[in-house]
């Protein structure tokens, strides 16, 4: 990999998301203004929201970045962008890391925004440092952005991208932990969990709800999930060709 060339992608990127606002919007206000909402649904019971409201700020910037990921992708893909990328001296490992830069550098911002809003705004009450939420909600949307790298390659048009989602995010969903504890699930239903990227965001999450200092279960959770990012990254290299089929 030449690094020059990593952030020669990675500002392409960002100039051409500089020119849709609306990505941008839906990228640091819509995950913002579901969690506001989530605080006033339950405005009457506020332990409610803590321990959901720290769940979503795992489950958010994740699944916003994947949208956004794959859709932005697959337009490349599609235009022909990426071939014509790839038929210069770019190498595919290049072009993915520039991909996770530029899309990395929004979720710094968006994790950001979501965290700062639910721990100063929306008095989400946590034993541990906002910090470690920080982290994890970078790490989900940093995982989010690998899973939209890869999946772009084997949706055809925009429709079939957004299609993925009850694919690959809404079984994530339901076996995270957010509606029912993972060990009070069937036992096959728990194996599966286990083995989610999502169920350790949450985990990890709900880890700085409780404790004060960073525990074992903690750091488990938090290499999981770059782990799984990290290992999504390269798979979605595997899917880049230098020639259209």
Known sequence: MNAHRTLATARRVLRQLGHDPRTIALLLLVP?????LLYYVFDAD???FDGI???LLGIFPLVTMFL???IATLRERTSGTLERLLSMPLGKGDLILGYAIAFGLLA???AAFATGL???ALDLDIAGSPWLLLLVALLDALLGTALGLFVSAFA???FQAVQFMPAVIFPQILLCGLFAPRDTMQPALEAVSDV???????DGMNEVLRNSSVTGDFVRDAVVVAGSALLVLILGAATLRRRTA
């Open 46 to 48: 506020p332990q409610s």
């Open 68 to 70: 956004v990921t794959s």
């Open 53 to 55: 409201g720290a769940s």
């Open 196 to 202: 989610l990227p999502m169920s350790y965001a949450v």
């Open 156 to 158: 055809a048009s925009e």
């Open 118 to 120: 639910a721990v100063w």
């Open 32 to 36: 913002c203004g579901l969690l506001t």
């Open 108 to 110: 710094i911002v968006q």
